[in-house]
């Protein structure tokens, strides 16, 4: 069902790829599209307000050429890390089911083997943590943010999604997300 707002767009409503370069050295894991943001642009994080507060952390660190996604159009580069999900489709409600993830988990697998050049992920969100570090291996840290641990040659850094429900209560700040980048960026 479109919002009011988005009465005129054409949605995209397909699976949502991987956004940004593929030699990039760093892999921002979220969650799924969001059903207004992603699912309707077709680009990850664009369109929606936990895109926006991660677009803006990504510029102020040197990692975005704008602060703001708003179409996959808008000019958006991203430099040295590219965005993907464990779920590709915008799930019913906005919460995707551990089924969809599993069922999803092979595209996640494709492109973290595509990316020859990664050294270090971020992962927002315990659902994408679950997610994530069964492709890397057996260990199992406990997801908490600003957890960082290495598994499978990668320093994987943990941090509390980008969700309005975290963002507007301040359990997640410009300036935490902005430190978890900045580390994961320095890991070499």
């Not at 059903?35 to 102020?60: C, I, K, Q, V, W």
């Not at 708003?70 to 965005?83: N, S, T």
């Not at 409600?93 to 050294?119: A, H, Q, V, W, Y």
């Not at 943590?129 to 641990?149: D, I, N, S």
């Amino acid at each position: 069902m479109k919002r009011a707002a988005f009465q005129d767009w054409d949605y995209w409503g397909k699976p949502v790829p991987g956004f940004g370069p593929m030699d990039a050295s760093l892999l921002i894991v979220g969650l799924a599209p969001a059903a207004h943001g992603g699912n309707r642009t077709g680009r990850m994080f664009t369109g929606d307000p936990s895109g926006d507060f991660l677009y803006r952390a990504l510029y102020e660190v040197g990692l975005a050429s704008q602060p703001h996604a708003w179409a996959r159009d808008d000019g958006m580069e991203l430099r040295g890390v590219r965005m993907a999900s464990p779920v590709r489709c915008a799930p019913p409600e906005n919460k995707p089911t551990p089924e969809e993830r599993d069922r999803c988990s092979p595209f996640l697998r494709e492109e973290l083997g595509l990316l020859k050049n990664l050294r270090s992920v971020v992962v927002l969100g315990g659902f994408g943590w679950k997610a994530f570090l069964p492709l890397l291996g057996p260990e199992r840290p406990k997801f908490g943010h600003g957890v960082e641990v290495e598994i499978g040659g990668l320093r994987v850094f943990g941090c509390y999604h980008v969700s309005p429900h975290n963002t507007y209560t301040g359990k997640l700040t410009q300036e935490m997300l902005q430190d978890v980048l900045r580390r994961a960026i320095s890991t070499p």
